[in-house]
């Protein structure tokens, strides 16, 4: 298991494909871990070098002993393309891993290839419920939380129809460290680059579930207007369009990546 040890903590991090192709990050949302990218592993490493990690105090990830900003998750992210040599990547996140690529793309941007931001928002959510939610599992652990996450994570039918891929996400969430979870949540709680999106000269793709209620569709067309080089995908999917609608996914990201 690759682990890149930090000043304050390490990351767990897998790397696939042809060493000397086009580097690709992939940055988990929260409550997942590297692992949500399997379905799009396959195509995605015959083309580039593609470098998975666990956000950090998710998977194999430590938290570190303090409460990290926006800032600092994206800061895990240069620092293990900094280890590896890797001068620019394409960037592609889903959620809370779809948001560090935001914070890259007005901070870093002579670190991208290319952007990727997946079912993400450059303000998720609201301040107070972040903060409600990590003393929540702070306090009780994360089993409540794991039991209704589905509800968010994918749509009624999706859960009917593939029980499986619903079970592992749960089984993800619950097994993320409380500590980890409520850490993530807070850098959350404070993370707004809504003001900064036109900075983002990189060249985006932004992909939205159209069944989506944590980051809706309206909410990536809104961030599509105010990029200065930004095309959306909607995806016939929930929150964890990369699982629920695998193939569609893929074809977007790879269509995107091939052109760049």
Known sequence: MPILKLASHSLHYQQDGPADAPALLLSNSLGT??????????????????????????????????????ADLAGDALSLLDA?????????????????????????????RSLTVGNSAAKIGETEAWRQRAAQVRAEGMA????????????AGFCAQAPD??????????????????????????????????RIAAP??????????????????????AMPDARLALLPAS?????????AFEQALLAFLDAH
């Open 33 to 70: 871990t590297l692992e949500m990218w399997r379905p799009q592993l396959a195509a995605l490493s015959r083309r580039y070098r593609v470098l998975r990690y666990d956000a950090r105090g998710h998977g194999g990830s430590e938290a570190g002993p303090a409460t990290p900003r926006l």
């Open 84 to 112: 590896l040599d890797i001068e620019r990547a394409h960037f592609c996140g889903i959620s809370m891993g779809g948001l560090t690529g935001l914070w890259l793309g007005v901070h870093a941007p002579e670190r991208l």
């Open 144 to 155: 409540e939380l794991a039991a209704s996450a589905h509800l968010r994570w994918f749509s």
């Open 165 to 198: 891929t619903v079970e592992q996400a749960r089984a993800w969430l619950a097994a993320t460290p409380p500590d980890g979870y409520a850490a993530c949540c807070e850098a959350l709680a404070d993370a707004d680059l809504r003001a900064d999106l036109p």
């Open 204 to 225: 985006t793709l932004l992909i939205a579930g159209r069944q989506d209620p944590v980051t809706t569709a309206a909410q990536a067309e809104a961030m599509a207007a």
């Open 239 to 247: 929150h964890l369009s990369n699982l629920e609608a695998p193939f």
